[in-house]
């Protein structure tokens, strides 16, 4: 069984910062692609940042040079800070994690997900 869990959601104010975390559980024998995912109300779940095994970002174009993702292999965490709030980043942020257990089956994963809040 593997688990993502979630941190770091919130209310914060235009223009501040948060920083979620994801941590990953269980019967884990490598973590491949990681990733964040957001959805806001109304509208379809939409990638945000996704970062390789070997530490390759890419993000989407609305969050370039505002939001950093990161991860630490040894605690099989992933992160993403955001900085320089905006409304529109409010929604439910989701992690993601392309994942091969210990018994050699790969899957994605998805967390339950944490709600930013950022009030203009």
């Known amino acids: 069984q593997v688990q993502l869990v979630e941190s770091g959601g919130g209310l914060v104010q235009a223009g501040g910062s948060l920083r979620l975390s994801c941590a990953a559980s269980?019967?884990?024998?490598?973590?491949?692609?990681m990733g964040w995912y957001r959805q806001a109300p109304g509208k379809q779940r939409e990638l945000v940042a996704t970062?390789?095994?070997?530490?390759?970002?890419d993000y989407a174009d609305s969050v370039k040079g505002r939001f950093t993702i990161s991860r630490d292999n040894t605690k099989n965490t992933l992160y993403l800070q955001m900085n320089s709030l905006i409304a529109e980043d409010t929604a439910v942020y989701y992690c993601?994690?392309?994942?091969?257990?210990?018994?050699?089956?790969?899957?994605?994963?998805w967390g339950q997900g944490t709600q930013v809040t950022v009030s203009s």
């Open positions: 970062i390789t095994s070997d530490g390759r970002t």
């Open positions: 269980g019967s884990i024998r490598s973590i491949n692609a």
């Open positions: 993601n994690a392309d994942i091969t257990t210990r018994f050699l089956l790969r899957r994605d994963y």
